[in-house]
């Protein structure tokens, strides 16, 4: 087992942020704005976009050289930078042992560990139907967000809440979180405690609608955002719906534009056809014209 370097007991002095997605850019301009040092930004390599030289850097590159920060893909630059603490937030890659046993490191975590360790801590909690998540900021260790807890911060699970929405609020909430914990002594981690669930990258086949399942659990796959069915054999993508009481069989449109579940029916709210832009579903019922009892969820064509 990997001996971890010892977290810096009062405020760290320099840092090394690690980082990659869009949700990992404010909790970086919140050190920033707090008067920390952030010596250097680590991120993933440029992407090559298309068949050109172009090339994508990530959302916290961006970030990073708008704030004047220096930016590296290499993770054993962290240890050359005379930093007393390494902040992790989305980076999207282990870190190995020989980085953990120099410098000491602390992940922003969004769930409730033990739940939901993993890729997709946001989006399994809204599937599963939890009525909280939150966030942790916990020291880094082997293994995938193993480490003991330093702080945690509870937040509700509204119902109608999409997932984009939560993850924005548990990003406003990790930033400030991150910067109170920081700037007032790490403290000392506890260990984690409860039953372990993961929360597996989700795969694209997970996005299609059963509508078998109740209406309930279809709602909370459209509230991810990427749910979708298919209608006269061309895809649908279902962004916006809500339970409805009223009856109707499983796959099966009835008015007012409603889809009947495995219990109870989901009434459709926006919608966006394969190849046009996103719509409500009102619109889109005027141009498609659905027929009571016809089918959502046949095979697509081609």
Same mark, same amino acid.
């Given at each position: 087992m990997?001996?971890?370097?010892?977290?810096?007991?009062g405020?760290?002095q320099r840092?090394v942020?690690?980082?990659?997605?869009d949700?990992?850019?404010?909790?970086?301009?919140?050190?920033?704005?707090?008067?920390f040092?952030?010596?250097?930004?680590i991120?993933?390599?440029?992407? =090559?976009r298309?068949?050109?030289n172009?090339?994508?850097?990530?959302?916290?590159?961006v970030a990073?050289?708008r704030?004047?920060?220096?930016?590296?893909?290499?993770?054993d630059?962290?240890?050359?930078?005379?930093?007393d603490?390494?902040v992790?937030?989305?980076?999207g890659?282990l870190?190995?042992p020989?980085?953990?046993? =120099?410098?000491?490191?602390?992940?922003?975590?969004?769930?409730?560990?033990?739940?939901?360790?993993?890729?997709?801590?946001?989006?399994?909690?809204?599937?599963?139907?939890?009525?909280t998540t939150?966030?942790?900021?916990?020291?880094l260790?082997e293994g995938?967000?193993?480490?003991?807890v330093?702080?945690?911060?509870?937040?509700?699970?509204?119902?109608d809440?999409?997932?984009?929405?939560? =993850?924005?609020?548990?990003v406003?909430?990790?930033?400030?979180?991150l910067?109170r914990?920081?700037?007032?002594?790490?403290?000392?981690p506890?260990?984690?405690?409860g039953?372990?669930?993961y929360?597996?990258k989700?795969?694209?086949?997970?996005?299609m609608?059963?509508?078998?399942?109740?209406?309930?659990?279809?709602?909370r796959?459209v509230?991810l955002?990427?749910a979708?069915?298919?209608?006269?054999?061309?895809r649908l993508?279902v962004?916006?719906?809500s339970v409805?009481?009223?009856s109707?069989?499983?796959?099966?449109?009835a008015?007012p534009?409603?889809?009947?579940?495995?219990s109870?029916?989901?009434?459709?709210?926006?919608?966006q056809?394969?190849?046009?832009?996103?719509?409500?579903?009102?619109?889109?019922a005027?141009g498609a014209?659905?027929?009571?009892?016809e089918?959502?969820?046949?095979?697509?064509?081609?």
């Open positions: 990997t001996k971890l370097a010892a977290l810096p007991a405020r760290p840092l942020y690690f980082g990659t997605p949700m990992a850019v404010k909790p970086l301009e919140a050190l920033v704005e707090g008067g040092d952030v010596a250097l930004v991120t993933r390599a440029d992407k =090559r298309g068949r050109g172009d090339v994508t850097p990530s959302p916290v590159k990073a050289l704030l004047g920060l220096a930016v590296s893909h290499s993770v630059e962290a240890l050359h930078q005379g930093a603490l390494g992790v937030v989305a980076f890659q870190i190995k020989h980085v953990l046993e =120099r410098l000491p490191m602390v992940n922003l975590h969004f769930s409730l560990l033990p739940r939901w360790r993993g890729a997709a801590p946001v989006e399994r909690a809204v599937l599963a139907g939890d009525s939150g966030v942790c900021l916990m020291q260790a995938l967000d193993t480490g003991p330093l702080d945690v911060v509870e937040v509700a699970i509204d119902d809440q999409s997932a984009a929405d939560l =993850r924005a609020a548990l406003q909430i990790g930033a400030q979180q910067v914990v920081l700037g007032g002594g790490i403290g000392t506890v260990p984690q405690q039953e372990v669930v929360a597996a989700l795969r694209p086949e997970e996005f609608i059963d509508w078998s399942r109740a209406a309930v659990d279809v709602h796959l509230r955002g990427l979708y069915t298919t209608f006269r054999g061309k993508k962004l916006a719906a409805s009481d009223g109707a069989a499983p796959a099966r449109f008015a534009l409603r889809v009947g579940c495995g109870e029916s989901l009434a459709l709210e926006r919608l056809p394969e190849g046009k832009a996103a719509m409500d579903a009102t619109a889109w005027h014209r659905p027929i009571e009892g089918q959502f969820g046949e095979a697509a064509s081609g």
